[in-house]
């Protein structure tokens, strides 16, 4: 709808103008009518319409100057000027002004009209151009954070070319020459491990969003995606910038993002800073935010200057790492083991200061622990395991070793996932038995797997598979149908109920109620039973 407003000091010609308008033209709506400037300027800042037909002749403030006046607050109006021939001239000043049109009095009904069509198309298209701009913002928006961790994914693991640094820098509009990366370390062992519910994978989110929100708030950076219990942050900074400096403002952030998490999340995390490098050698600050963040430190934010006196191998937990990296191949779930090796080698790299010769040596330690702890009999892992080692004797680049090793990963899980397609039929009739049996005690995916002697790894990978829906999506589900039944009987409060079915608070279950079917317990309740009394 266009708004259209009229200033004109003669009656007839408001009236003459409304009722062409009114009759003839669709979409236009004349929301206020002025019989001097000063009124003209007044409704027009009060009733903001698209198109002001303006007498130049006016009494008091006149035209010219009401539409100075107007387009000071509000420069999208189009003007169009009404006068005498007697006045022409001076009707050219305000065409300076940037007035759309000029009609000369008397008016012409289809000049009138024409005009009126001509504002309509550039008004609509101006419409239409804003509200694609708007349209390409926001999927250029929603791009952002995936770009943002392609990027630190590229840096941490060396792929990619010093180019596509200058694809991300037009992106983002930042310079990414230098810099240093922070490390958020999420320390619930849950969270560590994996076992996390949808409640907790929530959480997380909320946290990595509320992480994100803040520390941009603080100062230009790039996020990456959560990777295992992490999340990796690179801050640009200048070459000109004094590195002390650096280092007292990196840390001067990450203390403020922690007086802004302050009472947000209940999870506890910590924050590992690096130091200042060249965009060549991103894994480096990383590397350092990796140790300061797993430091034997009680501050919540530690930079590594602050503990590289302090540093020992004991700040290293790989065999926790390789342990973690052969219970998820056994489980299956090589995405999860990918994960891992890239943070296990980063450990590595750390540890042995980069010496390629007892990385080789850890390596290959790493593929006989494999080989030994497979519990299948696939004669081409052992033609995978003596390939690996070749390779791995053979490179003189620690970008081509950690490459070698994710590709024999993938190539074990291809032929694990052969072994095993005809193994596990039997299994899932066995987990749905158990839930249904189980699904009003507190039992967790855990309590499943180990009931039918599965990794919950492996179970959470087959049970999604087959069924279609996670394990917590399906067990919520049978709860609330389970509960659906019971909500007919009105001597059960909503309390009992939800500890009926597994439940011990009434809050996340009547969430979880309507998640699921769209209204409360108490709304489902009321409906239920009016449907019944209106049967009986």
């Known amino acids: ?164 640094t200058h694809f991300y820098e037009d992106i983002f509009n930042l310079e990414l020459k230098e810099g240093y990366v922070i490390n958020i370390l999420l320390e619930n062992e849950n969270i560590k491990n994996k076992e996390i519910s949808l409640k907790q994978h929530q959480n997380i989110q909320n946290f990595y969003d509320l992480v994100s929100i803040k520390l941009k708030g603080l100062t230009p950076c790039l996020i990456g995606e959560i990777l295992l219990n992490r999340i990796t942050v690179f801050v640009p900074t200048n070459f000109k910038e004094d590195k002390h400096m650096v280092r ?129 009999k696939i004669d081409y892992i052992t033609e995978l395991k003596k390939s690996l080692m070749l390779n791995v004797l053979k490179t003189d680049s620690k970008e081509d070793l950690n490459i070698q090793f994710l590709q024999y990963l993938t190539e074990l899980a291809y032929e694990i996932n052969n072994q095993r397609k005809g193994n596990f039929e039997g299994i899932i009739p066995k987990v749905l038995e158990f839930i249904n049996n189980n699904y009003d005690k507190d039992i967790s995916l855990q309590d499943t797997a180990k009931n039918v002697n599965l990794s919950y790894h492996y179970l959470s990978k087959i049970f999604k598979e087959e069924i279609g829906k996670s394990f917590i999506d399906y067990l919520t589900e049978l709860r609330i149908e389970k509960s659906m039944k019971l909500l007919i009987n009105q001597n059960l409060s909503i309390k009992e109920i939800c500890q009926s079915i597994g439940y011990n608070d009434p809050n996340y279950y009547c969430k979880a109620f309507k998640r699921v079917t769209g209204m409360t317990p108490t709304e489902y309740r009321l409906l239920k039973n009016n449907r019944s009394g209106n049967i009986g």
């Not at 236009?28 to 319409?49: Q, Y």
């Not at 929603?142 to 070319?161: A, C, D, R, V, Y």
């Not at 802004?260 to 999340?265: A, F, R, V």
Request: aromatic content about 10%; overall charge negative; proline content about 2%.
């Open 248 to 376: 007292t403002k990196s840390t001067g952030i990450c203390k403020k993002l922690v007086e802004k998490l302050d009472g947000l999340t209940n999870l506890n995390y910590k924050i590992g800073i690096g130091r200042q490098y060249s965009i060549d050698n991103f894994s480096k600050s990383y590397n350092e935010a990796y140790v300061a963040v797993n430091a034997h430190n009680e501050a919540i934010v530690v930079h590594f200057e602050d503990i590289i006196n302090k540093i020992s191998s004991s700040d290293f937990n790989i065999a926790s790492l390789e342990n973690s990296l052969l219970n998820s191949i056994i489980a299956g779930d090589f995405s999860y083991a990918k994960d891992i090796f890239k943070e296990m080698y980063l450990g590595l790299t750390l540890k042995y200061n980069e010496d390629l010769d007892r990385i080789k040596i850890k390596i290959i330690e790493l593929i006989f622990s494999i080989e030994r702890g497979i519990p299948y």
């Open 1 to 164: 709808m266009i708004k259209v407003l009229i200033a004109d000091d003669e009656y007839l010609v408001l009236e003459s103008l409304k009722m062409i308008i009114t009759k003839n033209i669709e979409d236009v709506s004349i929301v206020a009518t002025a019989n001097n400037g000063r009124e003209a300027i007044e409704k027009t800042l009060s009733m903001k319409p698209d198109v002001v037909f303006m007498d130049i002749h006016m009494p008091g403030i006149d035209g010219i100057e009401a539409i100075k006046q107007i387009k000071t607050s509000n420069n999208d109006v189009l003007f169009v000027i009404l006068t005498a021939y007697e006045y022409f001239d001076y009707a050219k000043e305000a065409l300076n002004l940037g007035v759309f049109e000029y009609l000369l009095k008397p008016i012409n009904k289809n000049k009138l009209l024409d005009t009126l069509g001509n504002i309509k198309r550039v008004l609509y298209n101006k419409r239409n151009s804003f509200i694609q701009e708007v349209e390409l913002k926001e999927r250029i928006n929603k791009m952002i954070p995936f770009l943002e961790s392609k990027f630190i994914s590229h840096k941490l693991f060396n792929i990619g070319t010093v180019n596509e």
